[in-house]
């Protein structure tokens, strides 16, 4: 069974500092990683999608790394800015089905 | 294109009523899923449609619970004879699966949050 640990669970970091959060899973045999965001009681909004034989994606600030044969993934945000304070999610596809896997997020506060 | 809708966004009940949520996905989406989030957690997967077809079911969905997508456009997640370890929130999604080149996206509703007392 596919388990998916983020690490850390809370992270706190002043305005402009450069930072990174990390996705683990159990099992390599995925079809794609996806990290979202989530902003309190609101649904999620995807930021980038990893497939199985990617590296890495970027958007913007936002650089995402795969490293499936270790089970890991990161986040990797830069120069971070107050509107960047959620909770942010990494979710994996199994291979053989559509059920998505997610982790319990990492909740960032990023202090002006 | 107005993006996954759920309807309604909260919902009080009394242990023991059904309630129904409604979701309406991107229009040109074929692939509807279901999940289920509690505070603190991530989502869990409940139930996937391609177009009308239920492919999918977690073990999660017990008896009472039931989803539909009868023309292959909205779907309905039902719950009957509500528990109050049923109160979450209830997130729709949808994806297209032609366009390989996005890699499927997901792209989520805001949620349905469900209060049982």
């Known amino acids: 069974k596919q388990e998916v640990t983020q690490i850390p669970a809370a992270l706190s970091v002043p305005e402009g500092e450069n930072l990174v959060l990390n996705c683990s899973f159990t099992?390599?045999?995925?079809?794609?990683l996806q990290w979202f965001r989530q902003d309190p009681g609101k649904g999620l909004t995807s930021l980038l999608l990893i497939q199985s034989s990617q590296r890495e994606q970027t958007s913007g600030r936002l650089n995402a790394s795969l490293d499936k044969s270790s089970g890991r993934s990161t986040l990797y945000i830069a120069a971070s800015q107050p509107g960047d304070s959620a909770t942010y999610l990494c979710a994996v596809r199994p291979l053989f089905n559509n059920d998505m896997r997610f982790g319990a997020g990492t909740r960032l506060t990023v202090k002006p | 294109d107005t993006g996954v809708s759920q309807d309604p966004r909260h919902k009080i009940t009394k242990r023991g009523q059904n309630v129904t949520f409604r979701c309406d996905p991107i229009?040109?989406?074929?692939?509807l899923y279901w999940y289920r989030q509690t505070l603190g957690q991530g989502p869990e997967f409940l139930t996937y449609?391609?177009?009308?077809?239920?492919?999918?079911k977690s073990r999660l969905l017990s008896d009472r619970f039931s989803a539909e997508r009868p023309k292959g456009s909205f779907s309905t997640l039902e719950i009957q004879r509500t528990e109050q370890g049923d109160s979450a929130m209830y997130l729709c999604?949808?994806?297209?699966?032609?366009?390989?080149?996005?890699?499927?996206?997901?792209?989520f509703g805001e949620g349905s949050w469900l209060t049982v007392v």
């Open positions: 229009s040109e989406h074929n692939r």
């Open positions: 099992d390599s045999a995925i079809y794609n």
């Open positions: 999604a949808s994806s297209f699966r032609e366009r390989v080149a996005s890699g499927n996206t997901i792209y």
């Open positions: 449609f391609q177009n009308e077809a239920q492919l999918e």
